[in-house]
């Protein structure tokens, strides 16, 4: 089993930033991938950036790249989601997951590919 536990949501002004952090306790935590995702109200959940365990490219939405950056620390057990320039849109609970095994550069995408979650951040963004 796997433990997730996001930190570092909050309310923010349009325009500035915050890093979500996701700890991780259980299984191996250098051999996952890592994910971020994201339900607004009356919305589905939707992807947001995901790592694979190994040095890779990351993968983003669009409506966030060059804006967001994920990262992770092993030795810490740790993903982080920088996020800067944040939108109004950008308001959502955030959510971190972990994937094992084989992931596809098309399911690296997909929420279903993701087996552990994390309970959620609240990121609130003002105009």
């Known amino acids: 089993q796997v433990q997730l536990v996001e930190s570092g949501g909050g309310l923010v002004q349009a325009g500035g930033s915050l890093r979500l952090s996701c700890a991780a306790s259980g299984r191996t935590f250098s051999s996952s991938t890592m994910g971020w995702f994201r339900q607004a109200p009356g919305k589905e959940r939707e992807f947001v950036a995901a790592?694979?365990?190994?040095?890779?490219?990351?993968y983003y939405a669009d409506s966030v790249k060059g804006r967001f950056t994920i990262t992770r620390d092993n030795a810490k057990n740790t993903v982080y989601l920088q996020m800067n320039s944040l939108k109004p849109e950008d308001t959502a609970v955030y959510y971190c997951?972990?994937?094992?095994?084989?992931?596809?550069?098309?399911?690296?995408?997909?929420?279903?590919?993701?087996?552990?979650w994390g309970q959620g951040t609240q990121v609130t963004v003002s105009s």
């Open positions: 997951a972990a994937a094992y095994g084989l992931v596809t550069d098309s399911s690296i995408l997909q929420q279903q590919k993701y087996a552990y």
């Open positions: 790592l694979r365990w190994s040095p890779s490219n990351p």
